[in-house]
């Protein structure tokens, strides 16, 4: 390849650049990694994707020298695109574990997003509108379009560096969302996550190719339709996977998370291969997809590589963010050798996913913490959240109702129901599982959504078996539980059957997020109708 096919990035191994290879890869450019600081100094165009935490990534620029090099290049005003984290590094420092000390090529403070302020979830995550200044250039396409975000700290916009501020973005306060100084810029949001050129939503992957080919992009004329304003409710494909009984990897779908067939073979349902659905859903304007590898807490998800496989095709041409559970948790194999639920995560992080979900594991350690009182950080959940950053860290979660009479009955939070239950019960509790569903414990859906905030999750999935594939709607009385008593997303999940369950959910309770899989897998109802309703009833939503 030409040199005008290169792009060097700056990879310091805190985490998953898959998605922004997949994507340079996507847009015919070659990848030169950089390995010693004259790399940095050499590169005709230099991405910086910064991830990880912000101490631990300028140790490593620090000590290896990069951080100089970086300074050097910047100064020359060489063609430099930061993101997310390799925003923040720019700034004089950042109150994240700290103050750490920055690059300082930027006049500023990084600090944590103020949740008490204005009322908001952290961390940030989904789809938020930009407010564009002039001159910003690589923007030119994102015009009236939502992009992604997922992040605790952020910049605020000052008289000190109000001439690097080329685009701001409001959640509770407005913050600095992208810079740029001639050849110089950097974007907090994902661009490699912000969908790609085609179908739907074309934003993303154009911010990239703006910046890697100046020439050749032209001013798109402003789009029409309507204007995104703040951040939006996501619309989440979830595709359940599993082997079924000939050995194949299927979508499969549970009735009450039962997935096999009322008939007389019993077989494992399956509705599509995992892959082409997930390209499909992407097509289809999903703002994110989920994979829930349901027989991950009996099979050791390592062994079970097409998991994987699945993570990697997907990947290379799907530009929203993925999600992957199942079967993370601390695993000794038959052989003896012992893996860590860090190497599981690092894996599936490795193969593609941007979050990883953990479901009986997190039980296990809510219950722990709340037995001891004391975190241990030892379980899957704080030691994947310490090193990977919490809002790479989604706990699901899968009650079930238990109705009882009398709120004193049981040691747990009850809750009067909207509906009452088969013997006229007005209330009822939400039983956690383990196992997928298999295996009740003593703890409630409440209680483990306070202590797993408390371990570090960073987003709940939250299901509920008694609606899971009914198809009549979200148990709205849980999601306003849950998404009243945390600070993080909380994802409503199981029961969608119409575009109404999606605004009824939204407008009665305050969840961030509508996850759905059968009315997607058996096409009763297309995503973009769920969008195009969620528009009428006036609810934010990606278009
Ligand atoms: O416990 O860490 O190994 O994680 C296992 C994961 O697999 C958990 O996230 C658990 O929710 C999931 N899981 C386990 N068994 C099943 C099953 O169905 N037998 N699926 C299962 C969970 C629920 C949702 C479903 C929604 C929406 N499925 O994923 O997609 O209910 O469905 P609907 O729109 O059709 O109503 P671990």
């Not at 703006?210 to 798109?220: A, I, V």
Request: hydrophobic content about 35%; proline content about 4%.
């Amino acid at each position: 390849s030409t040199s005008d096919s290169v792009v060097t990035l700056l990879d310091y191994g805190a985490g998953n650049v898959r998605s922004i290879r997949n994507a340079l890869r996507h847009l015919g450019f070659s990848i030169k990694d950089v390995q010693t600081p004259g790399d940095i100094l050499n590169a005709d165009r230099l991405i910086f994707p910064g991830v990880g935490a912000f101490a631990p990534a300028m140790d490593v620029l620090n000590k290896t020298g990069m951080g100089e090099a970086l300074c050097t290049y910047i100064e020359n005003d060489r063609p430099f695109l930061g993101i997310c984290l390799g925003l923040q590094l720019l700034f004089d420092s950042s109150e994240e574990n700290g103050p750490v000390k920055g690059l300082g090529v930027i006049p500023g403070t990084v600090g944590r997003f103020d949740s008490s302020a204005g009322g908001i979830r952290v961390p940030h995550i989904g789809w938020n509108a930009l407010q564009v200044g002039n001159a910003s250039d690589i923007l030119d396409d994102v015009g009236n379009r939502h992009v992604y975000f997922v992040h605790s700290y952020r910049a605020i916009p000052s008289n000190e560096n109000k001439d690097w501020v080329s685009s701001t973005c409001h959640y509770g306060e407005s913050f600095i969302s992208s810079i740029r100084r001639g050849n110089v810029h950097a974007v907090q949001f994902h661009p490699e996550k912000s969908g790609g050129m085609m179908f739907y939503s074309k934003v993303g992957l154009s911010v990239l190719r703006r910046f890697l080919d100046p020439k050749s992009s032209s001013k798109q004329k402003p789009e029409e339709g309507k204007k995104a304003s703040k951040l939006a409710k996501r619309v989440i494909a979830c595709l359940d996977v599993r082997t079924n009984d000939k050995g194949d990897l299927v979508v499969t779908k549970g009735d009450q998370y039962d997935v096999r067939e009322q008939s007389n073979e019993n077989e494992v349902r399956n509705l599509g291969k995992p892959v082409d659905l997930a390209r499909q859903y992407y097509k289809d304007g999903a703002d994110e997809i989920s994979f829930l590898n349901i027989t991950g807490f009996r099979d050791f998800p390592l062994g079970d590589l097409p998991m994987i496989q699945v993570l990697r095709y997907t990947s290379e041409n799907v530009f929203v963010p993925l999600t992957v559970g199942g079967g993370i948790r601390d695993f000794t194999d038959a052989t003896g050798r012992y893996y860590s639920s860090l190497e599981v995560a690092a894996e599936y992080f490795r193969s593609g996913a941007d979050k990883i979900s953990i479901g009986s594991d997190a039980v296990y350690a809510a219950e722990e913490f709340i037995k001891s009182g004391a975190k241990t950080g030892k379980s899957s959940l704080e030691q994947i959240s310490r090193v990977y950053g919490n809002q790479a860290v989604v706990v699901s979660i899968d009650p079930r109702r238990v109705y009882v009479n009398d709120p004193d009955d049981v040691p747990y939070k009850v809750i009067r129901v909207t509906n009452p239950g088969p013997n006229g019960e007005e209330y009822a509790w939400y039983q956690c599982t383990v196992s997928g569903g298999r295996e009740g414990r003593p703890i409630g859906a409440y209680e483990l959504a306070k202590a797993v905030e408390e371990l570090g999750a960073g987003e709940i999935l939250l299901n509920c078996i008694d609606c899971d594939g009914q198809g009549k709607g979200f148990d709205t009385d849980l999601v306003k539980l849950i998404s009243d008593s945390v600070g993080i997303p909380v994802i409503a999940s199981s029961g969608a059957g119409t575009p109404e369950h999606f605004s009824e959910v939204f407008e009665t309770t305050n969840a961030s997020a509508a996850l759905a899989a059968g009315i997607f897998h058996r096409k009763e109802v297309p995503i973009q109708s769920v969008k195009e309703h969620l528009l009428e009833k006036s609810i934010e939503v990606r278009m």
